[in-house]
């Protein structure tokens, strides 16, 4: 079975600059998703940035990009220039490459605090 | 864009009672999922459906929980006696290739 580790539940960053997420996930397929979802005070689960893992080149979305490393087996989220509307929580998550059922394995979650 | 809508948006309910959680997902997607957050916790999967049956379930979908797409659109979540624990957030989401939909979710308030 899959498993997704995020080792910082708290973290905070001062507006305008850059803060790293990190994630780390354990599986033993070849091809699967990678992805971070934000979460605002809403709750609602908002897609950050998708990484597919037979790519090696990194995904970015504006000011979020993503570190990917494969072999070994980790996944951080940047997030340059930040903004206070950043402050949420933020889930990454693995998906199997596979056609049909392929639920998402969540990991516990990262606080972000962005201050003025 | 075409979005997975859920009703009601919170939804308080006395312990034992039945309560029923809606989605409408995306028309044209196949996989459609339920998830739990209990507050200050990770989202955890429950169930996926398809082609109108179960296609897998978890652990904590036990007896008390049933879902059924009747009509074709809605995708309901049933929990037939509620307990203090099932208080969280509950998601729907439809899967397409290579991700997924989530609704705004349900939040879900047992007294």
């Known amino acids: 079975a899959q498993t997704v580790t995020q080792s910082q539940p708290e973290m905070s960053v001062q507006e305008a600059e850059t803060v790293t997420l990190s994630c780390t996930y354990d599986t033993s397929e070849n091809n699967y998703y990678l992805f971070w979802y934000k979460q605002p005070p809403s709750r609602q689960m908002i897609l950050v940035i998708r990484?597919?893992?037979?790519?090696?080149q990194n995904a970015t979305e504006n000011r979020f990009s993503v570190n990917f490393q494969k072999a070994a087996k980790s996944f951080s989220l940047k997030i340059s220039d930040s903004q206070l509307g950043d402050t949420a929580m933020y889930f990454c998550?693995?998906?199997?490459?596979?056609?049909?059922?392929?639920?998402?394995?969540f990991g516990k979650g990262t606080r972000l605090s962005v201050i003025a | 864009e075409p979005e997975v809508t859920q009703t009601p948006s919170h939804q308080v309910t006395q312990m034992g009672q039945e309560v029923i959680l809606r989605c409408v997902p995306i028309?044209?997607?196949?996989?459609f999922y339920w998830y739990r957050q209990i507050l200050g916790q990770k989202v955890e999967f429950l169930v996926s459906?398809?082609?109108?049956?179960?296609?897998?379930k978890s652990e904590i979908f036990d007896d008390q929980f049933s879902v059924e797409r009747p009509d074709g659109s809605n995708f309901t979540l049933k929990i037939r006696s509620t307990k203090l624990e099932d208080s969280a957030m509950y998601f729907c989401a439809s899967q397409y290739p290579g991700g997924y939909t989530f609704g705004s979710g349900t939040r879900l308030t047992v007294v």
């Open positions: 028309s044209n997607h196949l996989y």
């Open positions: 998550a693995f998906m199997n490459w596979a056609s049909g059922n392929t639920p998402l394995v």
């Open positions: 990484q597919e893992a037979y790519k090696q």
């Open positions: 459906f398809y082609n109108n049956e179960i296609s897998e």
